[in-house]
């Protein structure tokens, strides 16, 4: 999606099913929760623009990226979720801590699609700098948290009509 012109922040909700049937788990990283905490409430935000209760709507917070995946894990073996969205940001540094991480993490989050019955949203910045974090999370190029939330609402959708 990223070689598409569209910015999927901007989003029309008369295309978007009605998510008021569904509950969402989101897990949160606590790490970069200057970043973390916008890409949250872009998603919050276009959940209840969507019709989702409040009360549909779990929220647990982890330490970083990397504890995403048990965070997600969890989230749909207790919490009778429709979709999970995972929240986090890694922000590149001098060390190989970040290619690290980023992959685990992407691999992790793609095995709990491939394990579970329970979509899980990437909502994971992979930014060489803050900056660019920024930008990403309710900046100059709109808020990927909204555009997770879309997905994630496009995703209960579907698993509840296959």
């Known amino acids: 999606m990223a070689t598409q012109n569209k910015n999927l922040s901007e989003y029309n909700k008369n295309e978007i ?14 790490w970069n929760s200057h970043i973390t905490q916008g890409l949250y409430q872009g998603a919050i935000d276009a959940l209840l623009d969507c019709g989702a209760l409040e009360s549909n709507i779990v929220t647990w917070n982890v330490p970083g990226s ?8 969890q989230m749909i073996k207790t919490q009778h979720v429709d979709c999970v969205i995972a929240i986090g940001s890694v922000i ?12 685990g993490v992407t ?20 930014d060489n700098n803050e900056q660019q974090s920024i930008d990403r999370s309710g900046g100059k190029h709109g808020n990927k948290g909204t ?3 879309i997905a994630a ?10």
């Open 17 to 30: 099913p009605n998510a008021a049937d569904f509950r969402f788990g989101i897990v949160v990283s606590e």
């Open 66 to 73: 990397f504890e995403l995946i048990y965070g997600s894990s």
């Open 153 to 162: 609402i496009k995703m209960a959708y579907l698993r509840k009509n296959i």
């Open 92 to 103: 590149k540094g001098e060390t190989m801590h970040f290619e690290f991480v980023c992959e």
């Open 107 to 126: 691999q992790g989050i793609k095995d709990l699609n491939v394990i579970h019955d329970v979509p899980v949203i990437f909502c994971v910045l992979t």
């Open 147 to 149: 555009e997770a939330a």
